[in-house]
């Protein structure tokens, strides 16, 4: 994102793997956290509503990568949300007739992908400059990236919370569910147990990093 | 019905459902502008204003949507709605209080996409609520974020002065902090329990 912001990037393996890791919206860049804490109290809720926010990511970053040399800079911003919003509506009345009853768990959240910032950032800092094929990829990879955020707490918050996985009982009935999981609480303690450890690997490589400098660099 | 009554809407909104540390609404602003408490608090007044504007819109339009029978322009409509309203609030902001306009920087056309005030207007809508308690829910949940604000910021301003772990500095210390906050609001869960 910061690093070519006006020059068309050519596509490679970089432009979706960037999306799963180092730019990674929930762990590294912070996007989007309302929906990541509220319906990943199972892991098969996390997992519908990554897809959704991907689908809907990739296919308006697409329209507004098509449009951007149509839209007047100074209306962008509600030209994009509106365009969302479009997309929003479709997968909403999509998921009702597919399945009511993940309709009714995830609730709003659905509608709230529309203020969802991970993609309206996206559609300002990316679409909006480079070519579709580019922005298609890079979208799948963040879009991939957020999926794996929001399964990394479903599954931690699943297990512990309800002993289950994908609704699979897992422990048997000895097992004592840590309820304050599956609450609001546990959605922030798990999450910022995840950036804790991320941050951990982060400075350790870091570190590993400055103390190869000295030696001879061959990458 | 109890649970019908305007002041058992607004504390549901403010306290027992609080929209922040209950629902994760309005995630980004609550992690983003809670460093400083005065900052906390006018970003705070500024989501209310927000959030009593378009809730009052919303009202309006949902019942002209509803009259012509295109409900599923619902979600275009609010949050067209809701644009115009913060920038609203930003020209008078900036007119009246320049510095505060400059302390609030991104954060104020940032409440665009602050999914409290989108989440507001669906959930008033979806729970059929009336003009009257319309207003009371849309004012107890912007009080209901002032307060989850303003308790982060006071914690966060005392938490500067103490020694931390290096690798637990910025975002991951703050989710912990929200979620003990979180837990201690769950106690407020009994006040509402019986009525649903």
Same mark, same amino acid.
């Given at each position: $994102?910061?690093?070519?912001?006006?020059?068309?990037?050519?596509?490679?393996?970089?432009?979706?793997?960037?999306?799963?890791?180092?730019?990674?919206?929930?762990?590294?860049?912070?996007?989007? $956290?309302?929906?990541?804490?509220?319906?990943?109290?199972?892991?098969?809720?996390?997992?519908?509503?990554?897809?959704?926010?991907?689908?809907?990511?990739?296919?308006?970053?697409?329209?507004?990568?098509? $449009?951007?040399?149509?839209?007047?800079?100074?209306?962008?911003?509600?030209?994009?949300?509106?365009?969302?919003?479009?997309?929003?509506?479709?997968?909403? +009345?999509?998921?009702?007739?597919?399945?009511?009853?993940? +309709?009714?768990?995830?609730?709003?959240?659905?509608?709230?992908?529309?203020?969802?910032? $991970?993609?309206?950032?996206?559609?300002?800092? +990316?679409?909006?400059?480079?070519?579709?094929?580019?922005?298609?990829?890079?979208?799948?990879?963040?879009?991939?990236?957020?999926?794996?955020?929001?399964?990394?707490?479903?599954?931690?918050?699943?297990?512990?919370?309800?002993?289950?996985?994908?609704?699979?009982?897992?422990?048997?009935?000895?097992?004592?569910?840590?309820?304050?999981?599956?609450?609001?609480?546990?959605?922030?303690?798990?999450?910022?147990?995840?950036?804790?450890?991320?941050?951990?690997?982060?400075?350790?490589?870091?570190?590993?990093?400055?103390?190869?400098?000295?030696?001879?660099?061959?990458? | 019905?109890?649970?019908?009554?305007?002041? !058992?809407?607004?504390?549901?909104?403010?306290?027992?459902?609080?929209?922040?540390?209950?629902?994760? /609404?309005?995630?980004?602003? !609550?992690?983003?502008?809670?460093?400083? #408490?005065?900052?906390?608090?006018?970003?705070?007044?500024?989501?209310?204003?927000?959030?009593?504007?378009?809730?009052?819109?919303?009202?309006?339009?949902?019942?002209?949507?509803?009259?012509?029978?295109?409900?599923?322009?619902?979600?275009? &409509?609010?949050?067209?709605?809701?644009?115009?309203?913060?920038?609203?609030?930003?020209?008078?902001?900036?007119?009246?209080?320049?510095?505060?306009? #400059?302390?609030?920087?991104? !954060?104020?056309?940032?409440?665009? =996409?602050? &999914?409290?005030? %989108?989440?507001?207007?669906?959930?008033?809508?979806? #729970?059929?609520?009336? !003009?009257?308690?319309?207003?009371?829910?849309?004012?107890?949940?912007?009080?209901?974020?002032?307060?989850?604000? %303003?308790?982060?910021?006071?914690? #966060?301003?005392? %938490?500067?002065?103490?020694?931390?772990?290096?690798?637990?500095?910025?975002?991951?210390?703050?989710?912990?902090?929200?979620? /003990?906050?979180?837990? =201690?609001?769950?106690?407020?869960?009994?006040?509402?329990?019986?009525?649903?």
């Amino acid at each position: $994102m910061a690093s070519l912001p006006n020059q068309q990037e050519t596509i490679t393996l970089d432009t979706f793997l960037r999306g799963l890791w180092q730019e990674n919206p929930v762990f590294v860049m912070l996007l989007g $956290m309302c929906p990541v804490l509220a319906v990943t109290n199972s892991a098969i809720n996390a997992l519908a509503m990554g897809l959704a926010s991907t689908f809907v990511l990739v296919a308006s970053n697409s329209l507004v990568s098509l $449009m951007r040399h149509f839209i007047p800079k100074q209306v962008r911003i509600a030209t994009y949300i509106i365009i969302i919003a479009t997309f929003v509506t479709m997968v909403d +009345y999509a998921i009702q007739a597919i399945s009511l009853e993940l +309709y009714n768990a995830l609730g709003a959240f659905i509608q709230l992908i529309v203020v969802n910032c $991970m993609i309206l950032g996206r559609a300002e800092a +990316y679409a909006s400059k480079q070519r579709l094929g580019a922005t298609i990829i890079n979208g799948l990879g963040i879009g991939a990236g957020f999926t794996f955020a929001l399964l990394c707490l479903g599954i931690v918050r699943e297990i512990l919370g309800a002993g289950s996985l994908f609704g699979f009982d897992l422990f048997g009935d000895q097992f004592q569910p840590w309820v304050v999981m599956i609450l609001p609480p546990g959605g922030f303690f798990v999450l910022g147990a995840w950036l804790l450890l991320f941050n951990w690997l982060r400075t350790r490589r870091e570190a590993k990093l400055l103390e190869t400098e000295g030696a001879p660099h061959d990458g | 019905m109890m649970a019908d009554s305007v002041t !058992f809407i607004f504390l549901n909104a403010a306290i027992v459902n609080n929209f922040v540390l209950a629902m994760f /609404l309005g995630i980004c602003p !609550f992690l983003g502008v809670s460093a400083k #408490r005065d900052t906390a608090l006018s970003m705070g007044l500024a989501v209310i204003f927000v959030m009593l504007v378009s809730s009052i819109c919303a009202y309006g339009i949902n019942w002209i949507l509803k009259y012509l029978h295109i409900e599923y322009l619902r979600l275009i &409509c609010y949050i067209a709605v809701i644009a115009s309203a913060v920038q609203l609030v930003e020209m008078t902001m900036k007119k009246f209080s320049p510095t505060l306009f #400059r302390a609030l920087g991104i !954060f104020l056309p940032l409440i665009t =996409t602050n &999914c409290a005030i %989108l989440g507001v207007a669906l959930f008033q809508t979806s #729970r059929e609520y009336n !003009f009257v308690q319309s207003l009371a829910f849309s004012l107890g949940a912007g009080v209901g974020f002032t307060i989850a604000l %303003l308790l982060m910021a006071g914690l #966060r301003q005392q %938490l500067e002065l103490a020694k931390v772990p290096n690798v637990s500095q910025g975002a991951a210390l703050t989710l912990m902090l929200a979620g /003990l906050l979180s837990l =201690t609001f769950m106690g407020f869960a009994g006040l509402g329990a019986q009525h649903g």
